[in-house]
């Protein structure tokens, strides 16, 4: 958190918070003005004496909003794999500001939390255990999951399901009893055409009209 000040003073004092040595409490005229992470505070000059002006109070206020969204990435992330671009809208979208989200981003992606090519590769293979997708499929998922568009088409041609791999899961569908017509809409919503949806049910042994 940040208080804006603006009259010109000094800081009386840059202070670890009791419990939390690396995070520090900066104070001008008696009062709390924020409270930020002692690496920031290092890297702003903010230490006893500096003059508190308004243009430094903006940067201590960036640097806090940043914080603040940075401590929130990494919760979102405890929970479950993010793109860059899918965890800065997520951030967005919980109330924080839009450069402190992407500017958060940007030093979660420098320090190694985030990957997109990872986080890709990790979500074809989670894909991929539901069934064979098409290529396609696969690069517009990621995508709407945040992936760039050129590590999506890597991933997607990396992952995508083969012939042999369609035609063997049509034949288990065949074996398990299943219609034709509901094996087809499956294929189908996986982003397969129709001659590659035919010649894996008429491989499976289902038969077919027309």
Same mark, same amino acid.
């Given at each position: 958190?940040?208080?804006?000040?603006?009259?010109?003073?000094?800081?009386?004092?840059?202070?670890?918070?009791?419990?939390?040595?690396?995070?520090?409490?900066? $104070?001008?005229?008696? &009062?709390?003005? +924020? @409270?930020?992470? %002692?690496?920031? /505070? *290092? =890297? !702003?000059?903010?230490?006893? #004496?500096? $003059?508190?002006?308004? &243009?430094?109070? +903006? @940067?201590?206020? %960036?640097?806090? /909003? *940043? =914080? !603040?969204?940075?401590?929130? #990435?990494?919760?979102?992330?405890?929970?479950?794999?993010?793109?860059?671009?899918?965890?800065? /809208?997520?951030?967005?979208?919980?109330?924080?500001?839009?450069?402190?989200?992407?500017?958060?981003?940007?030093?979660?992606?420098?320090?190694?939390?985030?990957?997109?090519?990872?986080?890709?590769?990790?979500?074809?293979?989670?894909?991929?255990?539901?069934?064979?997708?098409?290529?396609?499929?696969?690069?517009?998922?990621?995508?709407?999951?945040?992936?760039?568009?050129?590590?999506?088409?890597?991933?997607?041609?990396?992952?995508?399901?083969?012939?042999?791999?369609?035609?063997?899961?049509?034949?288990?569908?065949?074996?398990?009893?299943?219609?034709?017509?509901?094996?087809?809409?499956?294929?189908?919503?996986?982003?397969?055409?129709?001659?590659?949806?035919?010649?894996?049910?008429?491989?499976?042994?289902?038969?077919?009209?027309?």
């Amino acid at each position: 958190m940040a208080r804006r000040v603006t009259k010109a003073r000094t800081i009386d004092a840059v202070r670890a918070l009791d419990g939390d040595p690396m995070t520090v409490e900066v $104070r001008v005229a008696g &009062a709390t003005v +924020a @409270r930020m992470p %002692r690496p920031r /505070a *290092e =890297a !702003l000059g903010l230490a006893e #004496g500096t $003059r508190w002006t308004p &243009a430094l109070a +903006a @940067r201590v206020g %960036r640097a806090c /909003a *940043e =914080a !603040l969204a940075r401590e929130a #990435g990494l919760a979102f992330l405890a929970r479950k794999a993010w793109s860059a671009k899918g965890l800065e /809208a997520r951030l967005v979208r919980a109330g924080h500001e839009p450069r402190a989200a992407r500017e958060a981003v940007a030093a979660m992606v420098a320090d190694g939390w985030l990957d997109d090519r990872a986080f890709a590769e990790a979500r074809v293979e989670q894909l991929s255990r539901r069934g064979a997708m098409s290529r396609d499929a696969i690069a517009e998922t990621l995508e709407a999951d945040g992936v760039g568009e050129e590590v999506a088409a890597e991933a997607a041609r990396a992952g995508a399901g083969t012939a042999a791999e369609l035609r063997a899961e049509a034949r288990a569908a065949k074996r398990a009893g299943e219609r034709a017509s509901r094996v087809a809409g499956r294929f189908a919503r996986r982003g397969f055409d129709a001659d590659s949806i035919r010649d894996a049910l008429e491989r499976a042994g289902f038969e077919l009209d027309g």
